[in-house]
């Protein structure tokens, strides 16, 4: 049974093996699954949409295609940053339900791809149950340091913006 579970754990980490595109917020680096990532583009104008929350950016015009844009640092509760030249948006395609769409989100500054190896992903640690930790895929453990790997469908699975994209 010991056996199993152990196996278990082994295939649960394989499966989250793979490439995954590095960005900064602040001083902390994150990863997402390079398969949702449709482009980078460098931060542009963004239209504001009256009524929605903080870190709900509004949307831009890409191509034809109107696309919402969160601003990562805020949805993670830190301080909203002045835009550098660095300053950028990745747009990500994710999954509601039955439905995909693209939506853009704000980072800092994209770091790297990297190919991480399933015995280098850790399953997210425990904080107790005031603190959610669904949202993260894992954690990648780089040359020393550690990369939190997000679920960007879980991080953004809650917003109600579906409906300002087109």
């Not at 949307?59 to 300053?87: C, H, S, W, Y």
């Not at 640690?125 to 020393?144: A, E």
């Amino acid at each position: 049974m010991a056996q199993t579970v152990l196996e278990n754990a082994g295939t649960a980490a394989q499966s989250k093996a793979g490439k995954y595109l590095t960005f900064a917020l602040s001083n902390e680096e994150y990863g997402l699954e390079i398969l949702k990532v449709r482009e980078i583009i460098g931060y542009m104008q963004i239209t504001a949409v009256p009524q929605t929350p903080a870190h709900v950016k509004g949307v831009i015009n890409l191509r034809g295609q109107v696309i919402p844009v969160i601003d990562l640092r805020m949805k993670f509760g830190m301080n909203e940053a002045e835009v550098t030249e660095e300053t950028c948006i990745i747009v990500v395609e994710i999954t509601q339900g039955d439905r995909r769409f693209q939506t853009g989100i704000v980072v800092d500054r994209v770091k790297e791809v990297l190919d991480i190896a399933g015995e280098n992903i850790e399953d997210a640690p425990q904080f107790g149950s005031n603190v959610d930790t669904n949202f993260i895929l894992g954690m990648g453990k780089i040359n020393g340091s550690v990369k939190i790997l997000l679920d960007i469908d879980k991080v953004l699975g809650n917003e109600q913006f579906a409906s300002l994209g087109s």
